[in-house]
Nanobody, 127 residues
Framework: QSQLVESGGGLVQPGGSLRLSCADSGFTLDYYAVGWFRQAPGKGREGISCITRSDGATYYANSVKGRFTISRDNAKNTVYLQMNSLNPEDTAVYYC????????????????????WGQGTQVTVSS
């Protein structure tokens, strides 16, 4: 059974960078997509990036486009989110999620498109 684990969060100053990792301890390679989401205090969960397995297509929310980059390392069964030019509005708990079921409506940044979720990692951008 899959268990997604996010890592790489922490405290960073405005303008700084972090790289988040999403690893699957029970990785079976039978996923269709991996997404990154975030939830800031008092706000709903926001889809920010996605990468598909079939062709490596990537998707980004406007709020992070040009600053964040999603990538994958199939040999390590890990998906990364490189975050640059961070600002206080990026402060949130970041989650990765995996889509394994085709029965769900598919939209790359839609929360309900994903089946399995990690526990999240906190990212705080502050001086």
């Amino acid at each position: 059974q899959s268990q997604l684990v996010e890592s790489g969060g922490g405290l960073v100053q405005p303008g700084g960078s972090l790289r988040l990792s999403c690893a699957d301890s029970g990785f079976t390679l039978d996923y269709y997509a991996v997404g990154w989401f975030r939830q800031a205090p008092g706000k709903g969960r926001e889809g920010i990036s996605c990468i598909t397995r079939s062709d490596g297509a990537t998707y980004y929310a406007n709020s992070v486009k040009g600053r964040f980059t999603i990538s994958r390392d199939n040999a390590k069964n890990t998906v990364y989110l490189q975050m640059n030019s961070l600002n206080p509005e990026d402060t949130a708990v970041y989650y990765c999620a995996v889509r394994r079921s085709r029965s769900r409506i598919w939209s790359p940044l839609l929360e309900s498109s994903y089946d399995y979720w990690g526990q999240g990692t906190q990212v705080t951008v502050s001086s």
